[in-house]
């Protein structure tokens, strides 16, 4: 059983006159998971939003190294089982299905 206890994410972009910086940083915790965004501008104060879900919410969550893995299985196998549905986070931290 593989579990995500951590992950980060980073996303600098070079636009003029501001550049933008965007982080995400998730960590599983014993009653599920937070989820934690920031987003700067240029030297302007960073904005952050952080997001709590339960233990049972993220039951089978599936996230970017995890999606990765189950990809090359799938393709290894080539075949999908049907209705494959697993909960994920979107770009903007919150919780939302995903389904192959």
């Known amino acids: 059983q593989l579990e995500t206890l951590e992950q980060e994410e980073q996303e600098c972009l070079e636009t003029k006159p501001h550049?933008?910086?965007?982080?995400?940083?998730?960590?599983?915790?014993?009653?599920?998971?937070?989820?934690?965004?920031?987003?700067?501008?240029?030297?302007?104060?960073?904005q952050c939003q952080s997001f709590s879900y339960n233990q049972a919410e993220v039951r089978g969550l599936l996230l970017e190294g995890t999606n990765l893995l189950l990809l090359r299985v799938l393709a290894r196998r080539q075949t999908v089982p049907p209705s494959l549905i697993f909960p994920v986070i979107d770009t903007e931290g919150h919780l939302c299905t995903s389904s192959y």
Do not use: F, R, Y
């Open 19 to 46: 550049p933008t910086e965007k982080s995400t940083h998730m960590v599983s915790h014993h009653d599920g998971m937070t989820v934690t965004k920031t987003l700067q501008k240029g030297e302007a104060e960073p």
